[in-house]
């Protein structure tokens, strides 16, 4: 019974660069969710999606990044042109219902680093 | 604007002291969530309370809940190493809306062997 599922773990890109990083959310479960962990911060919202939707973009820069949740295959976070202050981990987590009313499980989280 | 606040920001106790974490909140809330963070890992999650209960346990765990203070506080008895972790409170607010889970800061705490 996987848990979440995030890759790559790590992720090293050059300024400018594009990053994509893949969620797959626990069996069974259709609603994801995007957070950005800053060191020594907590987790910020960034996007609320279902199958084919977004439900919620309300945390997601308006340039540069995009997410999606496609009918089939994993949740994608995209980020294009990467600059220094987007590095940061990256934590996708899921749910079997919709919104926040029971718990998230979350994954490994994904370490983008921009140089 | 941020709502669980956790407090204190960093707790270093002997193994088998308890260990008492605070968080405040701004809004009305639907639930108030407790998860753990090992370094470098995602978030576990361990309690969720809602607005309608006072307290609810879990093995070791116990988390309160004030709504007329709004705050909440995580007691974990009989602490041990495995235990060091940094812990979030997490807020959902009252009528859903933007942002969802809401997270604070966090409390590093430190179990000394």
């Known amino acids: 019974n996987a848990g979440v599922m995030q890759n790559p773990r790590h992720l090293v890109r050059r300024r400018g660069q594009e990053a994509r990083l893949r969620c797959s959310p626990m069996k069974g479960h259709s609603h994801v969710y995007w957070y950005r962990q800053l060191p020594e911060e907590g987790l910020k919202f960034m996007v609320y999606l279902q199958k084919e939707n977004i439900i919620d973009e309300s945390g997601m820069p308006k340039e540069r990044f995009s997410a999606e949740f496609p009918k089939e295959g994993p949740s994608i976070l995209r980020i294009q042109q990467v600059v220094r202050g987007d590095s940061a981990a990256y934590f996708c987590?899921?749910?079997?219902?919709?919104?926040?009313?029971?718990?998230?499980?979350f994954g490994s989280g994904t370490q983008l680093s921009v140089l | 604007s941020q709502q669980g606040e956790e407090d204190p920001q960093a707790l270093s106790i002997q193994e088998g002291e308890n260990a008492t974490m605070n968080c405040s909140y701004k809004t009305s809330i639907n639930n108030l969530q407790w998860y753990r963070q090992n370094s470098g890992r995602g978030l576990v999650h361990l309690i969720l309370i809602r607005s309608n209960e006072r307290e609810k346990h879990s093995g070791r765990l116990r988390v309160t809940l004030d709504t007329s203070k709004k705050s909440s506080s995580l007691l974990i008895t009989a602490s041990r190493a495995a235990d060091t972790a940094s812990y979030f409170c997490a807020t959902v607010p009252s009528g859903g809306g933007a942002d969802g889970l809401t997270f604070g800061k966090g409390t590093h705490l430190i179990i000394q062997p």
């Open positions: 987590a899921s749910s079997g219902t919709a919104g926040w009313v029971e718990k998230l499980f």
